[in-house]
């Protein structure tokens, strides 16, 4: 469904944000795209939304392709009308307005009738939400504030969605509601699902196919499950402790281990 090939991303015409980053979206699947502070993840979210011109951002080599055709140099109003939507990093929701009038906002193309069906989509999947929505959004707790995020992009009727981070902040319960929701929207409303993380013990467990990210690159891809026992990633992401082995190897990882969790 999703395809970039080699896609280089640069901030101001200088700073090397993503390099040759090729990654895959199948149609239905959930994909996660894991990293940590500063290797990449936002930026290729954001490449792919077509909004990174906002922060003088360019993709300056590569493709992104939507359904085989070529989506990089599209606005972002075209983007999303081609059925991707995406969460962003840190919710972006219009404080001063209500739930609701959040939500609806998520939907300005629609009809009214179409807006009536969306925002009871969105109160079912999240009954939070429906108690909350005449309150204004900027005091709702962090883990509504993602519900509402969520259900403003749902408003658009995505065919896939793009998450940036969802868990970030949000307590153990909270992440568990919205993971939930996220999995039956992929499984049974057949969305198909990037899913950005720095929770790699989280993400594994629903995504099926996995791209480690460090330093705007890829390092590491697949299965979700071989992701899941492989050493690397057990001992740089997921906590397990890798033995007693001294080596140059192990003293490398050490680094890379800082590296990550920084
Ligand atoms: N607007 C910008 N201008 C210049 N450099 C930027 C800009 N946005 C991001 N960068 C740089 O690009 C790199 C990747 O940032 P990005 O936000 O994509 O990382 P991330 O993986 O999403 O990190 P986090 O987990 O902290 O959200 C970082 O080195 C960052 O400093
Ligand atoms: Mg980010």
Redesign the pocket.
Known sequence: MLALNNVQ?L??RA?E??RDVSLEVPAGAMVALL????????????AISGVLYQ???EIVSGSIQLEGSAISGLSPRAIVQRGLLQVP?GRALFATLTVEENLVMGGVTRTRSETKEGLERVYELFPRVRERRAQIAGYLSGGEQQMVAIGRALMGKPRMLML??PSLGLAPQVVDAIFEAILGLNREAGVTVLL?E?NAQLALQVASYGYI?E??RIVLDGPAEKLRSNDDVQEFYLGFSGGERRSMRDVKHYKRRKRWLS
Do not use: F, P
């Open positions: 991303v901030y101001d700073i944000a993503v990293g940590s502070n500063g290797a990449g993840k936002s930026t290729i979210l954001k922060e003088d951002g990093e940036d981070e950005v720095q990210i330093n705007g």
